[in-house]
């Protein structure tokens, strides 16, 4: 298991446009995470899910975010209508509940809103 | 809510120099206090933790003590170098569940030859 995978790394989109982007978890870790993170912030909590059940939702998550994990493995992020405000690192991270790992991040989306 | 303060940076040192990045932290309860670091181009990695008061963690020469009195857990340092050039990350996992983190804003450091 090579880690936390994000794909894509970087994505220009035009403004109006939607985005997905995905993350494929460590596979015994049955949580996931999705954060966004802007120049020179630290990132902050969007949305989690404990297997496929999606948990909690931050307010920072508008109408026009979703988030799937449909068979509780991969996981994705959909933006709708972008808008520049957008324009972020995602980052997805998992953990395993039962063994009260640690978060271990991927390597983030860079979205970019034009 | 949960808040994490971090030390302004960039901080920049003179190789083998010491190391002291302040975090201060604002929790319900008894979180769990982790350190990040994110090198050039890479993914955060978790650098150490602790979990309960007076707990060090430790790793790569890097330390931080969980002080519950002072709501501190400043990391460490004693002997820094090039490779040491990355920005760190200060979070707690916070009482709510979840295992989600808050993170700091982050403190870049430098460290030059």
């Known amino acids: 298991d090579t880690g936390v995978s994000q794909d894509p790394r970087h994505k220009i989109t035009k403004r109006g446009q939607n985005v997905t982007f995905r993350c494929d978890p460590i596979s015994e870790h049955n949580r996931l995470y999705w954060y966004r993170q802007t120049l020179g912030q630290g990132p902050e909590f969007l949305t989690y899910?404990?297997?496929?059940?999606?948990?909690?939702k931050s307010r920072l998550l508008s109408d026009r975010f979703s988030a799937e994990r449909p068979k509780g493995s991969f996981s994705t992020l959909e933006i709708q209508r972008t808008e520049q405000g957008d324009s972020a690192m995602y980052l997805c991270?998992?953990?395993?509940?039962?063994?009260?790992?640690?978060?271990?991040f991927g390597q983030g989306t860079r979205l970019t809103v034009v | 809510g949960d808040s994490v303060t971090q030390m302004e940076g960039p901080v920049t040192l003179s190789e083998e120099a010491f190391l002291t990045i302040n975090c201060t932290y604002t929790?319900?309860?008894?979180?769990?206090l982790f350190w990040y670091v994110q090198y050039p181009g890479e993914g955060l990695q978790l650098l150490l933790k602790a979990t309960k008061a007076d707990d060090k963690g430790s790793n790569k020469g890097f330390e931080a003590t969980y002080r519950k009195e002072t709501t501190s857990f400043h990391l460490e340092k004693g002997s820094v170098q090039v490779s040491d050039s990355a920005v760190y990350f200060c979070a707690l996992n916070g009482a709510g569940g979840g295992n989600k983190l808050t993170f700091g804003t982050g403190t870049q450091l430098k460290v030059e030859l």
């Open positions: 991270a998992s953990s395993s509940y039962e063994a009260n790992t640690e978060a271990f």
């Open positions: 899910f404990q297997n496929e059940a999606q948990l909690e």
């Open positions: 929790a319900t309860g008894y979180p769990s």
